[in-house]
């Protein structure tokens, strides 16, 4: 074989195999911004705009198409809430016997006696198809999700998958109703119009975070097993505080491996877009759109007057341990759930997952924010000023 045709080959065989690396490689970092090829479950994906240059699409130009139609649905419902059971029955009741669904609620919801008990209502019980959390899996069973209730619902619903999520329709019937866009009193038809497809939806970034425990110590001096490795995804925040202890926290803050700063006062909020409006805008954070590809980094109380919030890159890695000489230790939550503590030799390492939520929206990603930011947060309201008159028109 020639020599020209011996590089010719080399260079096709390097090519390929930069090309697969390369591949590798994207594949495995955080999203950076909304893919036209994301898929939510088993039937949902983001229809493709053919006018679209650029990676990162316009935030109104983002839809909801469904490669075949959508059969399966969760309902997930604020457990304990009387006001819900009504508006809980009438969408059953619809999607079962008006739109031939398959129903997907959790045990513990039925275990409720107002609905247990109905009588009138045990047709529809029936048919329904039940799971437990943290013990079933209905990742590829369910096409998409409605929530009935605040934010908090929709935090929940969220915390149901740990990899892809389905679509979420979320109607606000609980307190603040910043994430709920839609309201109760049209549900047919606008369940109807998500059943059909090509609807608004906004990808609520989610970040992936491991815990890291070091073996126990016994009290005859062995080790109970290896260090013990837990995996969450979370669509707020992370929340690492000083917990009941009167000493201030003390936790080092790493990013992609090098030591940023100590963080030293009540504790440090690590948040998504989406959680900007939470925890973190009430402890001096700005508030960022959810499309935003970032990381919010939040003091709580610090003890120092530069400490600010900052916002990083989404496609970094943030790693958080006591410091050596920390008076005391620190406990961790994770969207207010699974709250635990943090010692000496604990990790917490914090970056963008690759799984979002698809939340759909009432109108566009732009304005149901901007609209949230009015009505739920009174964002800029104030009394306007008076109109000065010139001193022609005072005569």
């Known amino acids: 074989m020639p020599r020209v045709c011996k590089a010719h080959f080399f260079g096709i065989k390097l090519i390929t195999c930069f090309s697969l690396l390369f591949k590798c490689f994207r594949r495995n970092q955080s999203l950076h911004g909304p893919s036209p090829v994301t898929t939510f479950g088993p039937k949902a994906c983001m229809l493709q705009n053919p006018h679209a240059v650029m990676h990162i699409q316009d935030p109104a130009s983002q839809r909801l198409t469904w490669n075949k139609p959508p059969k399966s649905v969760l309902v997930v419902k604020k457990i304990q809430d009387a006001s819900l059971l009504q508006p809980f029955k009438e969408l059953c009741v619809f999607l079962t016997e008006q739109k031939n669904m398959i129903v997907y609620v959790e045990s513990k919801v039925l275990a409720d006696t107002a609905i247990a008990g109905d009588e009138s209502f045990g047709a529809v019980i029936q048919k329904f198809c039940t799971f437990r959390e943290d013990l079933d899996d209905i990742s590829n069973r369910v096409d998409f999700i409605i929530c009935l209730g605040g934010d908090g619902t929709l935090l929940y619903a969220s915390s149901l998958f740990q990899e892809s999520v389905p679509p979420v329709m979320a109607f606000h019937l609980g307190s603040l109703g910043f994430l709920t866009p839609f309201k109760f009193d049209t549900y047919q038809s606008q369940v109807t119009q998500i059943i059909e497809g090509n609807t608004a939806i906004i990808l609520r970034s989610r970040l992936r975070v491991r815990v ?79 499309n935003v590809p970032a990381i919010m980094i939040t003091p709580i109380c610090p003890h120092s007057l530069s400490f600010r919030p900052i916002v990083v890159p989404a496609g970094v890695e943030l790693k958080i341990m006591l410091s050596r000489d920390a008076r005391n230790t620190a406990w961790v939550s994770f969207d207010g759930r699974k709250r635990q503590e943090i010692c000496h030799g604990d990790s917490i390492t914090i970056t963008t997952s690759c799984f979002p939520v698809p939340s759909i929206c009432f109108r566009d990603p732009v304005n149901d924010w901007f609209e949230s930011l009015s009505q739920c947060l009174h964002w800029n309201v104030r009394k306007k000023q008076n109109y000065l008159c010139s001193e022609e028109e005072e005569f």
Do not use: C, W
Request: charged fraction near 15%.
């Open 212 to 290: 890291v425990k070091k073996g126990i110590i016994m009290t005859n001096g062995d080790s109970e097993g290896s260090r013990k490795s837990m995996q969450y995804q979370v669509l707020n925040e992370v929340v690492v505080d000083r917990g009941p202890s009167s000493y201030l926290s003390n936790v080092d803050l790493f990013l992609d491996g090098h030591l940023i700063t100590t963080v030293q006062g009540d504790g440090v909020i690590v948040s998504t877009p989406t959680g900007s409006t939470a925890y973190a805008v009430a402890a001096g954070a700005s508030m960022i759109h959810p």
